[in-house]
């Protein structure tokens, strides 16, 4: 697979209608915001969740692109896996709960990052009772905030049916169970993501794996649907590629130059995607295009 020899930086741009795009669950599962500014909020976390959930689907949880952190996963009996695999199984059960490995360990995480494809990109700590070392991951992800403050709405929500037959004969046949449902009218978000091609080269995040996680990013909300995130979808996947590996320009400066303005009448009920303006520079960049930016950087927009 070809090993990666340039830097990437990138921009994520991401909507959602009528949805919750990420509940927090210390305030009632309601969406999260800056309590501050009214922004919205959707964590990395819930962006790497989705690649993961949409590469384990369509490569069938297979290595070399098997999951590590997967839904009712447990983690230990992957790294036991792995030192089996190693030859090293002899030593599971030996160490102690911190230091179970050895000079193992490395030999572990070899296997750990040729076998897991969100190992090898985001990167895990992996120091449990079986030690599988430490991997930083080339691909790191921001948290997406949205271009304009947020309106958080709630709503009662009824449904014709109750859980148990105790809770019947309280309700005397009623069987009604009363809840509520929290919504994000209209949001836009803004997420910036980074490829660095040294730690690729140790973790051995490839090409075809770069050419994936491009993939995940633009379908991954096509196939995560639920009532409670309503309507998502990728608006915009921008990707600077730089000609070496450092990098020819600042990340900030190359993010800095695109801009998302919102159309003056529909500031403040913006309700569509439309109701924005994305231009680098003052141009607006189709699907597929790409251009130089900069001096050894070039612009893709691939969404």
């Known amino acids: 697979m070809a090993e990666l020899t340039h830097r990437y930086d990138f921009v994520l741009l991401f909507d959602v209608r009528d949805g919750n795009p990420n509940g927090d669950p210390d305030a009632g599962n309601l969406p999260r915001v800056d309590a501050v500014s009214g922004h919205g909020i959707v964590t ?13 689907m369509v490569k069938a949880e297979q290595p070399p692109f098997d999951i590590y952190v997967k839904e009712h996963g447990v983690l230990a009996e992957l790294h036991e896996k792995a030192y089996v695999a190693t030859g090293h199984g002899d030593l599971l059960g030996k160490g102690d709960k911190k ?39 080339p691909v790191q992800l921001t948290f997406g905030r949205s271009i304009e403050p947020i309106t958080s709405l709630e709503y009662a929500i009824t449904r014709m049916a109750v859980a148990t037959h105790e809770e019947a004969e309280k309700q005397q046949g009623d069987n009604r169970t009363m809840g509520r449902k929290s919504t994000v009218p209209y ?11 040294f730690l690729a080269k140790q973790t051995g995040f490839s090409g075809e794996d770069l050419e994936l996680l491009w993939q995940s990013l633009i379908q991954m909300f096509d196939h995560d649907r639920s009532a409670a995130r309503g309507e998502m979808a990728t608006r915009g996947l921008y ?29 403040g009920t913006a309700r569509s995607f439309g109701d924005y303006s994305v231009a680098f520079d003052g141009v ?19 969404a």
């Open 44 to 56: 990395d976390v819930c962006l790497k969740r989705k690649v993961r959930n949409f590469v384990g």
């Open 99 to 137: 230091r179970t490995g050895g000079d193992a360990v490395g030999e572990a995480r070899s296997w750990m990052c040729a076998n897991f494809f969100d190992v090898r990109t985001f990167g895990a700590v992996m120091a449990l009772g079986v030690n599988c070392g430490q991997v930083r991951g």
């Open 187 to 197: 949001g836009l978000y803004r997420s910036h993501g980074f490829v660095s091609a």
């Open 239 to 267: 990707v600077f590629e730089h000609n070496s590996e450092l990098g020819n320009a600042p990340a900030y400066a190359l993010f800095d130059r695109l801009t998302v303005t919102v159309d003056p009448a529909a500031a």
């Open 284 to 302: 607006s960049v189709a699907i597929g295009e790409k251009f130089d930016v900069a001096g050894g950087v070039g612009l893709r927009r691939l």
